[in-house]
T-cell receptor
């Protein structure tokens, strides 16, 4: 059974700092991995999707990496801003599991002025 | 905005009642998935529908059921509500089941927050 873990559970940083969020998964037979953002009481917004054959994806100040063999992904946020404050969730789609996503419990990020 | 809408936004029910939650997918999206997110947890997969047929189910009892309609709308029905059913219910639509980021990317609605008393 696929299990996804995110560390740390919460993080508070000053504005402008670069930061890394971590995601690990137990079964390396994944099809892809996605990072989502969730604002309080809201739905999820897809940030980046990495196919199992890829090593990283970039969008603006965000860079996500994937090391399938070690079961790890990182989300790097450059020059953090207060608007980045949200919960960040990673989710994996397993091979042969349809388009079902298995989520981690998220990292709650607060970027302070 | 993802183009996926859900109704109602909030709902209060009592234990034992039945509830229907609704989702309107993006036009052209053949796949809809439903997730349950308890407070402080990640979303848990309930089930998925593809072209109006159930296409996979998570570890949820049969009192959780669904429907998908040809007009890209769908429903989640929960019978005999229990206190532990209190959660945010999210639906997500995607173009299909297949390969490629375009087909696979799931677009989530804002959710329905259900409170069972």
């Amino acid at each position: 059974k696929q299990e996804v873990t995110q560390i740390p559970a919460a993080l508070s940083v000053p504005e402008g700092e670069n930061l890394v969020l971590n995601c690990s998964f137990t079964d390396s037979a994944i099809y892809n991995l996605q990072w989502f953002r969730q604002d309080p009481g809201k739905g999820l917004t897809s940030l980046l999707l990495i196919q199992s054959s890829q090593r990283e994806q970039t969008s603006g100040r965000l860079n996500a990496s994937l090391d399938k063999s070690s079961g790890r992904s990182t989300l790097y946020i450059a020059a953090s801003q207060p608007g980045d404050s949200a919960t960040y969730l990673c989710a994996v789609r397993v091979t042969g599991g349809g388009n079902k996503l298995t989520f981690g419990t998220g990292t709650q990020l607060k970027v302070e002025l | 905005e993802t183009g996926v809408t859900q109704s109602p936004t909030h709902l209060i029910k009592t234990r034992g009642q039945q509830v229907t939650l609704r989702c309107s997918s993006q036009s052209g999206h053949n796949t809809v998935s439903w997730y349950q997110q308890a407070l402080g947890q990640g979303p848990q997969f309930i089930f998925q529908y593809y072209r109006e047929e159930e296409n996979g189910r998570g570890n949820f009892p049969p009192r959780f059921s669904g429907l998908q309609f040809p007009n890209y709308s769908s429903e989640l029905n929960v019978n005999a509500l229990e206190l532990d059913d209190s959660a945010l219910y999210l639906c997500a639509s995607s173009l299909g089941l297949g390969t490629g980021a375009m087909e696979e990317t799931q677009y989530f609605g804002p959710g329905t927050r259900l409170l069972v008393l």
